[in-house]
């Protein structure tokens, strides 16, 4: 099974930036499509982002021209660079991979303030 971890989530200003990393254990993320996911206050878990293994990209629509998904290889890690932050982008965000999807495992906090 595989586990990853989401970090770089922390507390900024509307406006702001912050750079999400996924990082996984004996798993690498070339082959897989990889997304990144939200949970806010209610239930409802979120699609953000995704990067195919084909290389295209998804993102949801509120979040197109602000947040940028990307792969690097030297480190293994997915990232989410996250521009222009705004007060509704906040949430705990998950990274999923290897065939699973959804709000699971280990997120990183994302809080925006007005």
């Known amino acids: 099974q595989v586990q990853l971890v989401a970090s770089g989530g922390g507390s900024v200003q509307a406006g702001g930036s912050l750079r999400l990393s996924c990082t996984a254990s004996?798993?690498?993320?070339?082959?897989?499509?990889t997304a990144w996911y939200r949970q806010g206050p209610g239930p409802e878990c979120d699609l953000v982002s995704a990067?195919?293994?084909?290389?295209?990209?998804y993102y949801t629509d509120s979040v197109k021209g602000r947040f940028t998904i990307s792969h690097d290889n030297a480190k293994n890690t997915v990232d989410l660079q996250m521009n222009s932050l705004k007060p509704e982008d906040t949430a705990m965000y998950y990274c999923?991979?290897?065939?699973?999807?959804?709000?699971w495992g280990q997120g990183t906090q994302v809080t925006v303030s007005s």
């Open positions: 990067l195919l293994s084909d290389g295209d990209t």
């Open positions: 999923a991979s290897g065939g699973r999807a959804g709000c």
């Open positions: 004996d798993f690498s993320f070339v082959g897989s499509d």
